[in-house]
């Protein structure tokens, strides 16, 4: 076959180029979702996953006052309220759970999942061939920012500051045990890139603000961050208040027990527990609505309960240390029964 003249040839490769580029990517028309009552890295996530595929940044919850302000800061505006998914190409990012996806969820077209949790015992299913990426970091945000470097896409200022806070939220500023080297290694990188000396003091700004509870009421502080798990087929329910100022929120303790008690019976919940994190100091105040919570919990922290409360020193980590060590008692009581 002869070649084409050197004069057509790169006409027909500028006529290629031209075709390739007029094609929309691959994710132009996808909705990037994180869960339920979304975190930080959720909401960091849905908005940097979009950016790298071009696609929609998108939550299924109000933001809590860390996300807004990290937002305000890095000039980067909300990610859009969704509730219908219907004729929606959707992907999932940081979760992977039926329970913790909003409603109808599934009936969009489930496109991709990118996480840092546990496949549990109610993954989301499809009947197609989608990419999954699910690496052991500290943060889902992590998991993007290196997809932007290992691929050679540029991160601006304002995308790696945006990065570098989801991922100091995620990990409590690397002290949280799901921490890993690769969470400092581009939490470093990303430093560098948005110009931050001062990582310490970036991350108590954002827990600063996130520590501000005073005008939520008992059950917006409750809901704030409570995520749904199915254990030996039951629904737990597990919420999470992170906080500088521990002592504010647990001054309203019998506000929150009520709100629980309320939560547990609209939620059909067969479990609730919610854990008031102190940052500072990385120790839990968990506290107990009911007697079966409250059975479950000596068996697995060995600690004793006064007034419906809990104190779990070192113990921070839904995801790392509170479900896997709940799962654990919890199946060794059924064996025994």
């Not at 006409?11 to 909705?31: D, K, M, R, W």
């Not at 937002?71 to 992907?91: C, G, Q, R, W």
């Not at 989301?124 to 970091?137: E, K, N, Q, S």
């Not at 961050?225 to 254990?231: E, G, L, P, S």
Request: glycine fraction near 6%.
């Amino acid at each position: 076959m002869k070649s084409l003249p050197f004069d057509l040839h790169g006409l027909v490769l500028i006529v290629l180029g031209l075709i390739i580029s007029a094609v929309p990517p691959l994710h132009a028309e996808t909705y990037f979702i994180g869960h339920l009552n979304p975190d930080t890295d959720s909401i960091v996530a849905a908005i940097s996953a979009a950016a790298y595929y071009q696609g929609i940044p998108a939550r299924t919850g109000k933001m809590n006052k860390e996300s807004q302000y990290l937002l305000k800061k890095t000039h980067y505006s909300a990610p859009m309220l969704i509730e219908d998914f219907s004729n929606k190409d959707v992907a999932a990012v940081d979760f992977n759970q039926r329970t913790q996806a909003p409603p109808k969820f599934q009936e969009g077209n489930l496109v991709e999942i990118i996480d840092h949790h546990a496949l549990g015992v109610a993954p989301l299913t499809v009947d197609h061939p989608i990419a999954i990426t699910i690496r052991p970091w500290g943060s889902t945000s992590t998991i993007i920012a290196d997809m932007f470097i290992q691929n050679r896409k540029p991160i601006d200022a304002p995308l790696a500051t945006l990065l570098l806070g989801g991922i100091l939220a995620d990990t409590l500023e690397f002290r949280s045990p799901t921490t890993t080297i690769r969470d400092h290694e581009v939490a470093t990188y990303l430093q560098t890139t948005a110009g931050i000396d001062d990582v310490h003091g970036f991350a108590i700004e954002l827990f600063t603000a996130k520590s501000d509870v005073e005008d939520l009421t008992a059950a917006e502080i409750l809901t704030t961050d409570v995520k749904v798990f199915t254990i030996n087929n039951r629904r737990l329910g597990f919420g999470v208040a992170e906080t500088l100022s521990a002592e504010t929120i647990l001054a309203r303790r019998d506000q929150i027990l009520k709100a629980m008690a309320d939560y547990k019976q609209e939620e059909n919940l067969d479990l609730l527990y919610f854990c008031v994190i102190d940052m500072l100091y990385l120790n839990s105040t968990m506290l107990l609505v009911g007697n079966e919570e409250k059975a479950l919990a000596e068996k697995t922290f060995k600690s004793e309960i006064a007034d419906g409360i809990m104190f779990l020193p070192g113990i921070v980590s839904r995801k790392e240390q509170f479900i896997p060590m709940l799962t654990k008692a919890s199946e060794e009581s059924d064996r025994k029964e």
